[in-house]
């Protein structure tokens, strides 16, 4: 008979301590970051571009500019001239202007889509996981649309290296920007 009352007794303390305990107050995560990670100007800016997708392998180059109309433009070919994709972003809005057929899915096209969003417009829900001086790691949704962006090379507050990878796709973006000439 102790044997019982002594359990009832743990249960009847067990319950008095979860039930006088404060409920947990989840607070947004303070790293969350609204900047965009590029700033697209009025001029091209031209990133070397490699693209990995599942078997295909693409490098070529990235041109970004910003369009009187506050439309940005989001161009990507091969250095041989292959279009791999043309976007256009305007506000929230995305539009894909053309698009490779291996990449012309619609789950892709929305991560695409997000992760541009993510990079030219003001970055939501993205937590900063590790940052310094020269690197910082950003980490934005879950699951199969989880993307980890990789910054590094800061000029003027703006990475010069971008490394986008999702992880549970055979996806990878990475990005580095050309010098502009000085005559």
């Known amino acids: 008979m102790k044997p019982n009352f002594l359990l009832a007794n743990l249960v009847c303390v067990l319950c008095l301590l979860t039930s006088c305990a404060s409920p947990k107050v989840v607070e947004r995560d303070a790293s969350v970051h609204s900047a965009p990670i590029i700033h697209a100007q009025e001029f091209s800016q031209k990133y070397n571009m490699q693209l990995d997708f599942m078997k295909h392998h693409f490098s070529g180059m990235l041109i970004v500019r910003e369009l009187p109309d506050n439309e940005i433009r989001i161009l990507a070919s091969t250095y041989f001239g292959l279009s791999l994709f043309d976007f256009s ?3 929230e809005e995305f539009h894909v202007n053309s698009c490779i057929e291996p990449m012309k899915k619609k789950k892709i096209l929305r991560l695409l889509e997000t992760d ?4 030219f417009l003001n970055g939501k829900n993205i937590r ?3 940052k310094n001086s020269t690197f910082e790691k950003r980490v934005t949704g879950s699951g199969f649309g ?3 962006f990789y910054l590094s090379e800061f000029v003027s ?3 010069e290296q971008i490394k986008i990878k999702h992880p549970w796709l055979r996806l990878s973006i990475q990005l580095d920007k050309l010098k502009e000439k000085q005559d």
């Open 128 to 130: 900063i996981k590790k």
């Open 146 to 148: 989880k993307s980890v």
């Open 116 to 119: 541009f969003k993510n990079l």
């Open 157 to 159: 507050g703006y990475p």
């Open 89 to 91: 972003l305007r506000n």
